[in-house]
């Protein structure tokens, strides 16, 4: 009878659920996938957690569980202390108590997770200072600093996206000007193209193409990104930056221009300078992650 420790780790994202079920060397035991169906109920519970307890219920015994979620952790780290908008009744639940598991369940921000996973067992396995930046729609991001995963004193902390790289840019979802979410977020694009393009991918192929203007548009976002990078590294002096999200896809078309831009820009002591790593765990790095935190009791 096999009785070594399984970890479970939930991500729960705005469409999607994803659990899995991991050995303490960082083995894959089960994965499995759910609909958040956010905006539902069931018994008068949201409908997100029926689909939490059914999933770890499906995954069987765990020693340890842990839970990735958007929004700003408490400070007790056992649930969502500010989401707004979305997810009604995530504020505040703690987890522990409604999934009736026997030990605490911590709770941490998705891109927490993500890099946590990704420093686990992914692009930063064995590293101690590492940065995650997710390029998407927006841009998210979080910070472990001497092997320890920065939260601040509110939760905002690894919030990179929000950070200003144009003071004269317009404002972003928390106010902050010119961010470079608003520099490279696909979100933006139509914004920065003039309505050219929605999408980043038909901005990448316009560009390879040989169209000016896309070249131009791109090499701008990269340009800011890099800007950004190089604060970066002087801000929390990371041995990598592990870049994840969906613009990560594009592979040479942005980490080859990024990294000469960087060049330009770092300071290297000596000498030495910070790579940038695609990040290697996908779509399940926060599973990942949040399996990990609930093994080290919080990350």
Excluded: Y
């Amino acid at each position: 009878m096999n009785t070594d420790p399984v970890h479970l780790g939930i991500d729960l994202g705005g469409t999607g659920i994803k659990a899995a079920a991991f050995s303490a060397d960082g083995r894959v035991l089960a994965r499995l996938e759910a609909p958040t169906r956010d905006g539902e109920t069931v018994d008068g519970e949201p409908a997100f957690l029926h689909e939490v307890r059914r999933l770890v219920r499906e995954l069987g015994p765990a020693s340890t569980l842990g839970l990735a979620v958007p929004g700003l952790p408490a400070r007790d780290r056992r649930s969502i202390d500010f989401m707004p908008g979305r997810l009604r009744g995530l504020e505040g639940l703690d987890w522990q108590h409604a999934l009736n598991f026997p030990s605490p369940v911590p709770v941490l921000n998705d891109a927490q997770a993500a890099l946590l996973g990704e420093a686990w067992l992914g692009a930063a396995a064995g590293r101690e200072n590492v940065i995650l930046l997710t390029l998407g729609t927006g841009v998210g991001g979080a910070v472990i600093c001497d092997g320890r995963l920065l939260r601040g004193h509110l939760g905002r902390a690894g919030h990179l996206g929000h950070m200003t790289v144009d003071r004269h840019g317009p404002p972003g979802i928390t106010g902050t000007p010119g961010s470079i979410e608003w520099a490279i977020g696909n979100a933006t694009l139509p914004e920065r193209s003039g309505g050219r393009f929605t999408m980043t991918r038909d901005l990448s192929t316009a560009a390879q193409s040989g169209d000016a203007e896309a070249q131009e548009i791109w090499d701008a976002s990269l340009h800011a990104l890099a800007a950004h990078c190089a604060g970066l590294i002087c801000a929390f002096d990371p041995e990598v930056i592990v870049i994840g999200g969906g613009l990560s896809e594009l592979d040479d078309f942005l980490f080859s221009p990024l990294a000469a831009h960087l060049e330009e820009m770092e300071w290297k002591p000596r000498g030495h300078s910070v790579r940038l790593v695609k990040a290697s765990l996908g779509a399940w790095a926060g599973a990942c992650g949040a399996a990990r935190a609930g093994m080290t009791g919080g990350g």
